[in-house]
């Protein structure tokens, strides 16, 4: 089962979407802000990670760059969600989704990048 870790600082948000994916087959880590999300990604591996970018303390560029930094292994499937997406470093990212997003485009996404 891919593990993914999602992290966004809505917290109503995380619930939903972690719910969604679970009932699509993924086993989904959640984290409420990237210093969290930093926590949970060096105890364990993920398929893939799909993170806000603005959030208190810890930032998703920050914890995108404490990814690629530590990860010695396959790269997971970076996806950054955001609501200003015309102001986002893509270069950083594989895939930059605008909120709001259909989490069927999410799903999709997911099945055609992580596999199992």
């Known amino acids: 089962m891919p593990r993914i870790l999602f992290v966004d600082d809505n917290k109503e948000f995380v619930e939903i979407v972690s719910a969604l994916l679970s009932k699509t ?8 802000n990237g210093a969290e999300a930093i926590s949970r990604f060096s105890k364990s591996p993920f398929d893939a990670v799909v993170t806000d970018l603005m959030m208190p303390d810890t930032s998703g560029y920050e914890l995108v760059r404490y990814i690629r930094d530590t990860s010695d292994g396959a790269m997971p499937v970076i996806i950054a969600i955001t609501g200003t ?3 986002v470093d893509k270069s950083c990212f594989d895939i930059v989704l605008e909120k709001p997003f259909p989490i ?3 799903i999709a996404i997911l099945k055609e990048k992580v596999t199992s």
Request: aromatic share 14%; proline share 0%.
């Open 104 to 106: 069927k485009k999410l």
């Open 85 to 87: 997406s015309w102001d």
């Open 25 to 32: 087959g993924y086993d989904v880590v959640t984290a409420g």
